[in-house]
């Protein structure tokens, strides 16, 4: 550890480095220095999923910037958009002598990560993610797809079946049902796609993985700053707007194994969405607005979809603490996706009244 933090110019002495957060995805530590120097978050990259650093890199660099430049004038800016130290050689990573790609942030001080969040910080995250976006929207870099066709539903079908057809693990037979039940709603579920190809519904810069635990809480209970930004590509909105509602609305963690306990929470609806509306509404076409309550059921799905597809592989991508963990997630988001489906008259009726419709 102490060779690479030696390649980024920081300040201060390292004193102290321990692991950091949840993520499914990359290693992430936290770096404590001596003094009055700030800590800082040290983070391993995930090469085999992100293998394009080189572009990974330049988005968030690109996305940092633009936010940050909206940010002039306001104290705090290192509280409210991440910074990325710079190595010698001008890069915000570096490599290791094992290939590891590594990269360094600035620790933000008195702020808080929560697992769930009740109806009062969904309304502030809901507001967050949709200035998150509406910042964005005039970005004068082109940002590419870190992980092509990340939120691209026919894609994770597609994935599907080559996993069904390989059977590498010999899981099939176990899950062949929760396999029929989601190729019986493949084709509407994929809407978004043939939307997109009759011009009917463009892409944004999204964050695309809005999970409750990649944002910062102040004291103050508001949103002070949103991380975790390697998914930061084009996409469609409903990427931001659905992946917060299936990990905050739902009653349980995505990978309760209590699946009766499961359930969508309408309060948590209600204020992240009203929250979101008041900043993605003065850019969001009618066409997105309708579609938001299609979105709370796409992203159950599709992260049902991952997680059966990484089960029926043998887990090969996301972070696993037992043997069944991909098959409990499976099973816990099927269950949200059709306590979602029950609610779409519901959440159509709320985001009119919203629109003052
Ligand atoms: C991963 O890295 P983390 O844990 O925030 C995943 C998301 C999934 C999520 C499911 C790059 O996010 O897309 O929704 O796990 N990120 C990537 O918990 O695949
Ligand atoms: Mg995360």
Redo the contacts with the bound molecule.
């Keep these: 550890m102490e060779e690479i933090l030696a390649k980024f110019k920081i300040e201060g002495t390292p004193v102290e480095v321990k692991p950091l957060g949840?993520?499914?995805?990359?290693d992430t530590y936290l770096v404590r220095t001596d003094g009055d120097a700030p800590d800082y978050v040290l983070q391993r990259i995930n090469n085999a999923?992100?293998t394009d650093v080189e572009l990974l890199q330049h988005n968030i660099e690109a996305v940092t910037r633009h936010l940050r430049s909206k940010l002039a004038g306001c104290d705090d800016v290192d509280r409210r958009v991440l910074r990325f130290i710079a190595t010698d050689d001008g890069k915000t990573y570096c490599r290791d002598a094992a290939g590891n790609y590594w990269r360094l942030s600035v620790f933000i001080p008195r702020a808080t990560t929560h697992q769930t969040v009740d109806a009062e910080h969904s309304y502030h995250a809901g507001r967050a993610f949709g200035n998150f976006e509406a910042e964005l929207v005039d970005i004068p870099d082109t940002l590419g797809e870190t992980?092509p066709d990340?939120h691209n539903m026919e894609l994770r079908i597609s994935q599907l079946r080559d996993a069904v057809k390989r059977d590498a693990a010999g899981r099939l037979a176990e899950v062949q049902p929760i396999v029929d039940a989601i190729e019986a709603r493949a084709g509407e579920m994929c809407l978004a796609e043939q939307l997109h190809r009759e011009g009917r519904l463009p892409k944004r810069i999204c964050h695309?993985?809005t999970?409750v635990?990649?944002m910062m809480f102040g004291d103050d209970g508001q949103v002070l700053c949103v991380i975790?930004l390697?998914?930061v590509m084009p996409s469609f909105v409903f990427s931001d707007y659905g992946?917060f509602l299936r990990?905050a609305a739902n009653a349980v963690a995505?990978d309760s194994p209590e699946v009766d306990k499961v359930e969508f929470r309408r309060d948590i609806f209600e204020a992240f969405t009203r929250g979101y509306l008041e900043s993605a509404s003065r850019f969001l076409t009618p066409t997105e607005t309708e579609l938001l309550p299609y979105a709370v059921t796409l992203f159950p799905y599709m992260?049902c979809v991952?997680f059966l597809t990484d089960y029926i592989n043998g887990d090969t991508?996301?972070k696993i603490a037992y043997p069944t963990h991909n098959l409990v997630r499976t099973r816990n988001q099927w269950r949200l996706y059709e306590c979602t489906m029950e609610l779409r008259p519901y959440m159509s009726r709320f985001i009119a009244g919203c629109m003052g419709q």
């Design positions: 949840s993520g499914l995805i990359n999923i992100f992980i990340f695309c993985d999970k635990n990649n975790d390697d998914t992946d990990t995505e992260q991952r991508y996301y």
